[in-house]
């Protein structure tokens, strides 16, 4: 698979636009009646659709065989430039991100006067993230808006209409504005399925509801993720391979979960969350599974179903509701949003996610974690209440799960090779030196695993250093060539997340071990399970009292054992 699935599969017509007729159907008639406006806003969330319509509109003005209806052939050369984004004298595209200032907008008007390249034909010009355009940049493109030269187009796409409000009232009433709506997951399935019928692949339908929900209203982001999975696995298209791929846990970990909340056994807790740890889960990812879970569980109990639940979800729910009513569930949701932010931010998110779901469990009983969390109150241990049972059962790797509905399946993923925690300094402002790397390479993973589960686990694998001050190399041993192939796809992604956790711009090189022996002597840069944990416990006990007594009385340490 060369070309991405997101890229072969850009609609070339107003037609293939999915869910976005209303825009489709008025810009294509404007085409087909030769009334196309000077210039346009295209608002919505990402990934819906918004840059690609401009280029169908570009290309629908320029086509040299366009249809009466308005629809570009997608196949002139003038129609291929266009869609390929290569360049092209009469379509210019502008990421507003970069080019933002006055000088750009200025620039740009002296180009808009010059005529179209061939008669008939128009200039467009597509300005992307608009919302960053400078209010001096706008006034700029104000005069050009007021008198358009003849043949010009401006269209701009914008996930943040507001912000152009505020900054560029009067520009605003210039502009034809387009509100794209978010793509459903049913309507992102149905798409998916489309291609992969295509591709001449196939996958479980569950496979294809877990990744429309993922991709959370964006058409682009689905059809990379399934990219992702296609390429990290051959046959069939299985829920269990997306699951992984994504880091989201099955069904039957979140069943054993809600079990163990409903059945008041905290102890319970730690034994599903050692089991997540040890799939190498994203934990925000898995609360936010558990938010989502809880939502549907609230609409069950009013008759209501969330769009698009893979059929083990809908099963999860009906046996979950009689055991969790609608009010333990707004209540635990309400937790859950409390604790949310902090499990991403968290150098330990998983002590924070586990104290979530302690109180879940515990909710209506004497013992008031809350309190604990928040005052450093001592931890009441009365008589018959379950904390030592807690911390004895928890001695104990695996205890038996006996609340979980039917046999459990091994965890599909292996834990990564070098668990990494986040570093206590970030690097900002100093020079760049192989202890500066070092400090920053686990929030580096960290980071990295929130965007991308694989591209996490695919760093773990990895060691890194410093060419110059501007490079950093990644190192791959000769048994993690589908590692550093999967980095090699995500090279933009980790520059820029280099970028951020060193303050600076950087380029990525990938080498292989056998290819760069120096770096092969270089120790790497990697904790070893023991240190991480250690440290990461110091570091989180020594800077929250509270917390270091919680973790006394809960025995979180030997909770701990990976
Ligand atoms: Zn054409």
């Known amino acids: 698979m060369t070309i991405a699935l997101a890229r072969r599969y850009r609609p070339r017509r107003f037609a293939d636009l999915v869910v976005q007729d209303h825009v489709a159907a008025a810009l294509r008639g404007a085409v087909a009646k030769g009334r196309v406006g000077h210039g346009y806003l295209l608002t919505g969330p990402r990934g819906v659709g918004k840059t690609t319509a401009a280029r169908i509109l570009a290309m629908a003005l320029n086509c040299e065989a366009r249809a009466a209806d308005g629809e570009p052939c997608g196949e002139c050369s003038s129609c291929l430039k266009i869609w390929n984004g290569s360049a092209d004298l009469d379509v210019v595209e502008i990421d507003a991100a970069s080019n933002r200032g006055v000088d750009d907008a200025r620039d740009l008007r002296e180009r808009a006067m010059y005529a179209a390249s061939q008669a008939g034909h128009h200039k467009v010009y597509i300005v992307d993230e608009a919302h960053m355009l400078t209010r001096e940049a706008w006034n700029v493109l104000l005069k050009i808006l007021e008198e358009p030269p003849p043949g010009v187009v401006f269209v701009f796409a914008t996930t943040e209409p507001q912000k152009i409000a505020n900054t560029a009232a009067p520009v605003m009433s210039r502009l034809q504005r387009f509100d794209f709506r978010r793509i459903g997951p049913v309507a992102i399935h149905n798409r998916l399925r489309q291609v992969l019928t295509a591709e001449k692949l196939d996958a479980e339908d569950d496979a294809l509801r877990l990744i429309a929900r993922h991709a959370d209203g964006g058409m682009r982001d689905a059809l990379s993720v399934l990219d992702q999975c296609l390429s990290f696995g051959e046959g069939i298209l299985t829920a269990a391979r997306v699951r992984q791929a994504l880091g989201l846990m099955d069904n039957e970990e979140y069943g054993a979960l809600l079990a163990a909340i409903a059945d008041r056994q905290p102890a319970q807790v730690f034994a599903v969350m050692g089991r997540v740890a040890d ?82 469990a515990m909710m209506d009983r004497a013992v008031d974690l809350r309190a604990i969390l928040a005052g450093g109150a001592p931890l009441p241990v009365a008589p018959g209440k379950p904390i030592p049972q807690v911390a004895a059962v928890s001695r104990e790797s695996q205890p038996p799960a006996k609340s979980a509905p039917g046999g459990r399946p091994a965890p599909t993923v292996a834990p990564p090779a070098h668990p990494s925690v986040a570093p206590g300094l970030t690097a900002h402002g100093s020079r760049l030196t192989e ?128």
């Open 279 to 360: 799939a190498g889960a994203d934990l925000a990812e898995f609360a936010g599974g558990l938010g989502e879970l809880l939502r549907a569980l609230v609409m069950h109990h009013y008759g209501a179903e969330p769009e698009g639940l893979p059929e083990s979800t809908r099963a999860l729910i009906a046996e979950m509701a009689p055991r969790l009513g609608p009010e333990d569930a707004v209540r635990m949701l309400k937790l859950l949003g409390d604790a949310e932010a902090a499990i991403g931010r968290s150098a330990n998110p998983r002590i924070v996610l586990e104290t979530l779901l302690l109180r879940w």
């Open 435 to 562: 202890a500066v790397l070092a400090s920053a390479w686990s929030e580096v993973i960290a980071t990295a695993s929130r965007q991308s589960p694989l591209l996490g686990q695919a760093l773990t694998h990895a060691t890194s250093h410093v060419v110059d001050a501007g490079t950093v190399a990644l190192v791959f041993g000769p048994d993690s060539a589908l590692f550093h192939d999967g980095v090699a796809r995500q090279l933009a992604v980790m520059e820029t997340i280099l970028a951020a956790a060193l303050g600076r711009p950087i380029k990525v090189k990938l080498q292989s071990a056998s290819a760069a022996p120096a770096a092969a002597e270089r120790k790497p840069k990697r904790l070893s399970v023991e240190e991480a944990r250690s440290e990461r416990l110091t570091r989180l006990r020594s800077k929250d009292p509270a917390l270091d007594a919680a973790a006394n009385a809960l025995d979180l340490e030997l909770v701990d054992d990976d």
